[in-house]
């Protein structure tokens, strides 16, 4: 019967595990792995193959996170550059868009969109 693992060496394995996730082996593979090398049962490499996907999930959201938050920034640096330049409708459009990006209304819904404020301001 093989020791318990300190946490050091649970790290290790999960970190193993994540590796073995992205270079697709199956759930099978990695118990069989994990109970050839760490002498574990089928239901412990389990909770390691969740765990690492845990944090696979953990570190999409916070990708993802950032790559919002580059977008809305992108846009602002945009809308600032369009109003010094006095072009209002690229700063609308760019308006539109961050709203759009955050869900601040429905693109489907025209009362929102500069659709409507081209045909309404087109008099003006």
């Not at 649970?10 to 090398?37: G, H, P």
Request: proline letters at 1%; hydrophobic letters at 40%.
């Amino acid at each position: 019967m093989a020791a318990k693992a300190d946490q050091a060496e649970i790290e290790k394995r999960i970190n193993t595990v994540y590796s073995l996730i992205l270079d697709c082996y199956s759930t099978n593979n990695i118990c069989r792995y994990a109970s050839e090398k760490w002498g574990i049962s089928s239901r412990q490499a389990e909770r390691l193959i969740k765990e690492a996907r845990d944090r696979m999930i953990k570190i999409a959201s916070i990708d993802n996170e950032q790559a919002f938050a580059e977008e809305v920034e992108a846009r602002r640096q945009l809308i600032k550059i369009a109003l010094a330049e006095k072009r209002l409708q690229t700063a609308l459009n760019a308006m539109d868009s961050r709203a759009k990006l955050r869900g601040l209304f429905n693109k489907e819904d025209p009362q929102n969109s500069t659709e409507v404020i081209n045909i309404v301001g087109s008099d003006s």
